[in-house]
Structures are given as structure tokens and as C-alpha cells.
Nanobody
Framework: QVQIVESGGGLVQPGGSLRLSCATS????????IGWFRQAPGKGREGISC???????YYADSVKGRFTISRDNAKNTVYLQMNNLKPEDTAVYYC???????????????????WGQGTQVTVSS
């Protein structure tokens, strides 16, 4: 059974930083694309970043230059370092796995097969 647990969310002031973690069990992340999505109240799920099976990365314009995605295959974990956070970054953040072997990055949620429960990020003074 695939389990995904996101952690690292919380309340932070504008300009602050957080690092989200996406730890998985029951599935080996090597050779698979991993995406980070977020959903703010009243809005749809937005693909903000992903890392492909070979390490290529994608960032949405809204987070480019502020967020960095990385993976540690030995720990079966993907990270999202978020710097210079803004109030509009407030959302529930989700990690998702594309189970396709050798999968490429996609910002489309329907490309992903396994999802975590999400972690809340609130940016407020």
C-alpha cells in the first residue's frame, strides 16, 4: 500500500521560509516523477512544481525563483524549499506520484496517481 505523508507546513510571516517534505512508503520514488500541488480556499488545485524521474524540474511562474524542489531517493523523500513566502502562497500543499516508469514532469493533476493528505501552509503577519 502506497503511503505519502507531507510535513513541514505551518504558519510563517511574509518573507519567511518553510521546507516541505514528502515521505513515501510502499513505493520507490526512483524513476518516477513527483509533483507538488496546492489548493487555496475556493480555488482549484494548482501544480506548482515537479521533478522528473531524471531530475528535470518544473516551476509555475507564481513560485519560480522562490521555491526549489529536490529529491533524496535514498530516503524516498522529496522536498520543497519555499523562500520569500507571500500571503498568496497560503494553501494546502499536496505531494503526488506519477507511477509511470521514467515519467516526465507535468503540472496537470490528472497525470498523478498517488496523493498525500496535504499540509497546511499559512503566510500571515
Amino acid at each position: 500500500q502506497v503511503q505519502i505523508v507531507e510535513s513541514g507546513g505551518g504558519l510563517v510571516q511574509p518573507g519567511g521560509s518553510l521546507r516541505l517534505s514528502c515521505a513515501t512508503s510502499g513505493f520507490t520514488l526512483d524513476h518516477h516523477a513527483i509533483g507538488w500541488f496546492r489548493q487555496a480556499p475556493g480555488k482549484g488545485r494548482e501544480g506548482i512544481s515537479c521533478i522528473s524521474s531524471i531530475g528535470s524540474t518544473y516551476y509555475a511562474d507564481s513560485v519560480k525563483g522562490r521555491f526549489t524542489i529536490s529529491r533524496d531517493n535514498a530516503k524516498n523523500t522529496v522536498y520543497l524549499q519555499m523562500n520569500n513566502l507571500k500571503p498568496e502562497d497560503t494553501a494546502v500543499y499536496y505531494c503526488a506520484i506519477d507511477r509511470g516508469y521514467g515519467s516526465s514532469c507535468s503540472e496537470s493533476y490528472y497525470e498523478y496517481d498517488y496523493w498525500g493528505q496535504g499540509t497546511q501552509v499559512t503566510v500571515s503577519s
